[in-house]
C-alpha cells in the first residue's frame, strides 16, 4: 500500500491506499514508532460502522490493535450509496478491446494494401495515426489498472502520475461508491472533523485516511473545496434521497469517534454530528 502525504489549511494528512488494510502497518506512518504522532486514524468503512474495528478478523485488525496500544482515536464517517463501481470495469474492459481491434484493423489493412502493392505514403501515414489512436484507446483501459496496482504496492510514497490518472478516472465516470464518497468523506473530513480537532489540540492536526486505491481522488477533494462542492452538487439527487431516509441521512451527517480504553481492551464510542449536508 502506497501513501502520499499532504496538507491543508486545517490539517497534516497521510492518505493510506491499498486493499488489504491489515499490510498498512508496512506504511510508515503506522510503524510503532510513528502511529503515536498521530492525532487520528479515519478508516474507510461505507457506512457499516464499528464491525470495521475487531481486532481479530476484520481487514483492519493490525492497525486496530496497534491504536489501541497508542492510544490514537479512530474515525468512522463513511455513508451509505449504491454500489456501482463495476463501470470502471466495464470501461477499462471496453477501451482496451475497442482500441485493439482499432490496432489490429489497421495492421490487416496495411498487410492487405502492401500484398496488392497499394501502400503509399499517404495511406501509410494515415494507417499510422490510426493505430496511433487506437493505441491511445487502448490506454484508456490499461492506464488506470496499472495506476491501481502500483498505488498497492508497499510501503512507499505514491506516484503522483498514478494518482493523477486514478482521479481523473474517477472524476470522468462518476459513481456514488467512489466519486460521491471521495468527496462527502472529503467535506466531513476538511469542514468538521479536521477543524474539530485543531480547537482542541491548538495545532493543524495529523491525521491518517485508510482508504482503497481507487479513492486517491479524496485528497483532490480535501484540498480543494470548490472541486469536492462541484461533484457533491451533481449527486444532489442522491443526497436529497439519503436525507429522506432516517436512517441514512443519520449516517451522512454523524461522525463516529472511538477512543481506545485505558486498559487498552476496547473503545469508547462519541457520536458527532457535524450537519455537513
Known amino acids: 500500500m502506497s501513501y502520499s502525504r499532504f496538507s491543508t489549511g486545517n490539517a497534516e494528512y497521510w492518505l493510506n491506499m491499498g486493499t488489504g488494510h491489515d499490510l498498512m502497518m508496512y506504511e510508515p506512518v503506522f510503524s510503532e514508532g510513528r502511529i503515536s504522532s498521530l492525532d487520528a486514524i479515519v478508516i474507510e468503512d461505507c457506512g457499516i460502522g464499528p464491525i470495521m474495528l475487531s481486532d ?151 491525521i491518517a485516511l485508510v482508504y482503497g486505491p481507487l479513492h486517491a481522488g479524496v485528497k483532490n477533494y480535501l484540498q480543494d473545496k470548490q472541486a469536492r462542492d462541484s461533484i457533491i452538487r451533481e449527486f444532489e439527487n442522491v443526497i436529497a434521497e439519503l436525507k429522506d431516509n432516517p436512517v441514512l441521512e443519520r449516517v451522512l451527517n454523524t461522525i463516529h469517534q472511538y477512543i481506545p480504553t485505558e486498559s487498552g481492551h476496547g473503545f469508547v464510542a462519541v457520536e458527532h454530528k457535524c450537519d455537513c449536508f
Open 56 to 206: 481479530s478478523d476484520s481487514e483492519n485488525a493490525v492497525l486496530v490493535r496497534a491504536a489501541k496500544r497508542n492510544r490514537v482515536d479512530i474515525y468512522l464517517l463513511d455513508i451509505i450509496v449504491r454500489e456501482d463501481i463495476a463501470k470502471y470495469v466495464d470501461f477499462e474492459h471496453s477501451a482496451k478491446v475497442a482500441g485493439l481491434v482499432g490496432a489490429f484493423l489497421c495492421a490487416a489493412a496495411g498487410s492487405l494494401l502492401r500484398h496488392k502493392k497499394k501502400l503509399t505514403r499517404r495511406r501509410m501515414i494515415g494507417l499510422l495515426g490510426g493505430a496511433l489512436a487506437s493505441a491511445a484507446v487502448a490506454a484508456t483501459g490499461f492506464l488506470p489498472v496499472s495506476a491501481v496496482s502500483s498505488l498497492q504496492e508497499q510501503g512507499v510514497e505514491a506516484s503522483e502520475f498514478d494518482m493523477d490518472v486514478v482521479s481523473l478516472e474517477t472524476q470522468l465516470i462518476q459513481t456514488e461508491g467512489i466519486t460521491l464518497r471521495n468527496a462527502v468523506n472529503a467535506r466531513k473530513i476538511e469542514e468538521y472533523l479536521a477543524p474539530m480537532l485543531r480547537q482542541n489540540l491548538g495545532r493543524k492536526p495529523r
